[in-house]
């Protein structure tokens, strides 16, 4: 409607072209229209994690139900531990590491009074790469996978922990002591016993054979030469838990608590000394079209918007490590545009067939903090979201697999 | 007493429930909050690498933006720049341009800055956002121009004493119709080009040069992009002082460079030998 009338006025040729180039700018804007909307939608509540180093590793063990990363499991249900062919890679055949575990209680339901999410993955990055296939593929009855989430949950009376809220003054202590871990990792049931000395607990050949290697060798004959159990490795029947010493592998990555905060706190004010520059931007009003060019060039294409949106959003908190959002609508923050599952490439609940929705993401800073090394072979990756139960529902077993997903950097080819 | 009455599970947890006075709370113990405050400096110290090359260039492996150049890697983190160039990095903003678009109550206007970064010594970068207030368009480009850093060859006029001063031979850039041609040019003689791609080249760190150009130069967008396209091809001319033949070096991320190996043979190989083993 605006161009009939200007056809049909006589202007200058300066105000055509002035015109002209509010006609090209309308487009302009209409493409920047789509940003504008995108950045009102995410108004959901999301819950950091930061990790920092505990100031009493006691304060990780389970009875207080601690969210922590790197070191050992602290266990919710001490007893009925993952059996061996879920706690193994689905590629190299080896125990999987500890990386992460969150407190996450439910209030709304009974039964989740208590909920724990842990994280376990292979250190191989060979196997995270095969890992990638694995995950693309839909409705495979027994993925096989090298990042593994579990998910336990007690309700408020249980035979172990007791139903009053941990005192937290240094008192506390776990009511019953769970099966024995292995000796290696400190993490996985230790149902094999060292042939010699029948003290010492593996989850798995391969750890009693590196712990034979680094140590036990010379360990195992003191053992078995003295009567009383002296050796560090052993587990015995009392209900006071060493927090340290408690494993013998050199290859966990160090322990730290996470820390819980609020993203919406790290909001900050930015300085109002714009009013000036807006006067003066505004004296000059002859617009000149070809910096649009120039844009296309130097601006961002989708997946650059995508990584500039995704700094943006972490720059409030650098050094978060964990994302969580309690909100079933919300989806994940993801840093690049390739992999990314689609809502059918998400399975159903390996147990009560409903839907699997979002609830925590785990950000690379975590692989800073771990201070792996940065070898063309060691770990990386862009993000691991976890997909949960979205009605936690309750099963047989204790710890419940949950579907994890990796999106990784693409590895960078020489042109 | 019972604590926690309604909420599931005891004390400090992520859980789906209210959490109102315990974050503030955690907050507080923490000294974190307090942090906010604390301005662009404080972000800097504490940042946290997300990528590779990042947790590289934090520990201090990665020294100087060369061995990112030679291998073609990605710089997708700004702060990768920021430490390797350290306080030389200069920024300048050289344009703000309202740009409006035509809403049902009015025009809609937002900014677009145009942001230069470099060190004076061999690196430029041009970043352009446009955002609805001035400073953070302002902030935008000069990360986006912090992350399009590119080397620029400097060589000599006549006799090769000193550092190099300017462009190594006769270059010329072209965008649009704008031709921008790069002439080597004797100690002494200054930049002679026009007001903006004099600013760019400052910021290259080239002394003396002379410029010729042809096309419709008004036309400042193509103008910048042709001196810019001319500054990247001084390193792609195949002068005589590269005939000698070098030697590939392992990139920080790949364990072989040459074409024969192939990534995908030596994962499987690692497989085979473990299920051996």
């Known amino acids: 409607m605006e161009s009939d009338l200007r056809s049909l006025r006589i202007t200058s040729i300066e105000k055509e072209e002035e015109d002209e180039e509010r006609e090209d700018f309308g487009k302009e804007g209409e493409q920047e229209d789509d940003e504008d909307d995108e950045e009102e939608e995410d108004e959901v509540e999301v819950t950091l994690g930061f990790a920092e180093k505990p100031k009493n590793p006691r304060l990780l063990l389970r009875h207080l139900f601690p969210s922590k990363a790197g070191g050992v499991p602290a266990w919710l249900d001490p007893v009925d531990l993952p059996a061996e062919k879920s706690f193994t890679c689905g590629f190299c055949r080896e125990p999987l590491q500890f990386l992460l575990q969150i407190y996450a209680p439910i209030s709304d339901k009974e039964y989740t009074f208590h ?13 995270l790469l095969r890992d990638q296939h694995e995950q693309w593929k839909r409705t495979v009855e027994n993925p096989c996978r090298s990042v593994k989430i579990f998910r336990c949950q007690l309700p408020r009376s249980n035979p ?15 009511t019953i002591t769970g099966a024995p871990l292995c000796c290696w990792c400190g993490s996985w049931k230790g149902d094999k016993v060292c042939g010699s000395c029948k003290i010492a607990r593996y989850c798995s050949a ?3 054979s590196l712990h034979w290697r680094l140590g036990h060798k010379i360990e195992c004959s003191k053992i078995l030469n003295l009567s009383e159990t002296s050796a560090s490795c052993i587990v015995n029947g009392k209900a006071k838990v060493r927090a340290t010493d408690k494993y013998a592998s050199n290859s966990l990555w160090p322990e730290y608590e996470i820390i819980i905060e609020e993203e919406c706190t790290f909001d900050s004010e930015i300085p109002e000394y714009n009013r000036s520059i807006t006067s003066l931007a505004f004296t000059s009003n002859r617009i000149d079209e070809t910096y649009q060019l120039l844009s296309d060039k130097f601006e961002a294409d989708t997946d650059k918007k995508v990584w500039a949106s995704f700094q943006e959003r972490i720059a409030k908190a650098p050094e978060q490590v964990l994302r969580y959002c309690q909100d079933p609508a919300a989806k994940p923050l993801w840093p690049l545009t390739i992999g990314c599952p689609s809502k059918a490439d998400i399975p159903r609940c390996n147990y009560c067939k409903g839907p699997l929705c979002y609830e925590f993401q785990i950000m690379p800073q975590l692989l800073f903090y771990f201070g792996v090394k940065n070898d063309p072979d060691s770990l990386d990756w862009g993000t691991i979201v976890a997909y949960t139960c979205l009605a936690s529902c309750d099963a047989s077993i204790s710890y419940k697999e949950e579907f994890a997903w990796v999106q990784l950097y693409p590895t960078a080819t020489v042109a | 007493m019972e604590r926690g009455g309604d909420r599931g599970g005891f004390g400090r947890g992520f859980g789906r429930g209210d959490r109102g006075g315990r974050g503030r709370g955690d907050r507080g113990g923490r000294g974190r909050g307090g942090r906010r405050g604390g301005g662009r400096r404080e972000d800097e110290q504490k940042w946290v690498p997300v990528t590779k090359l990042g947790r590289l260039v934090k520990e201090g492996k990665i020294v100087s933006l060369e061995q990112i150049y030679l291998h073609s890697l990605p710089v997708k983190e700004h702060q990768i720049v920021e430490t390797i160039l350290g306080p030389q990095l200069k920024d300048e903003v050289m344009k703000i341009m309202p740009v409006q678009k035509q ?5 809609r206007t937002r900014f677009k800055a145009f942001v230069v970064v470099g060190d004076g010594n061999g690196h430029v970068g041009l970043g352009v956002k446009c955002s609805k207030e001035v400073a953070t368009a302002i902030r935008g480009a000069i990360i986006l121009a912090k992350l399009s850093v590119v080397p620029v060859r400097r060589g000599y006029w006549g006799n090769k004493i000193g550092k190099p001063h300017t462009v190594p031979c006769k270059v010329t850039g072209k965008c649009g119709s704008v031709t921008v041609r790069m002439v080597p040019a004797p100690r002494g003689a200054g930049i002679v080009a026009a007001r903006v791609p004099k600013k760019v080249l400052q910021f290259a760190g080239i002394e003396d040069v002379f410029t010729s150009s042809r096309g419709s130069t008004k036309t400042l967008g193509n103008f910048v992009k042709a001196t810019f396209d001319c500054l990247m091809k001084t390193y792609a001319f195949l002068t005589p002082d590269l005939w000698i033949e070098s030697r590939f070096a392992k990139s920080p991320f790949q364990e072989y460079t040459d074409l024969l190996a192939k990534p995908t043979k030596a994962i499987l190989d690692d497989v085979v030998e473990r299920v051996d083993a």
């Not at chain 1, 909920?115 to 196997?127: D, Q, T």
């Not at chain 1, 172990?160 to 776990?174: A, C, L, Q």
């Open chain 2, 103 to 107: 809403t049902r109550a009015g025009q």
């Open chain 1, 206 to 208: 391969k750890h009693q």
């Open chain 1, 115 to 127: 909920r724990m999410l842990y994280v376990f993955m292979c250190p191989s990055m060979s196997c």
């Open chain 1, 160 to 174: 172990f922990y007791s139903s009053e809220p941990p005192k937290r003054n240094g008192t506390d202590i776990p």
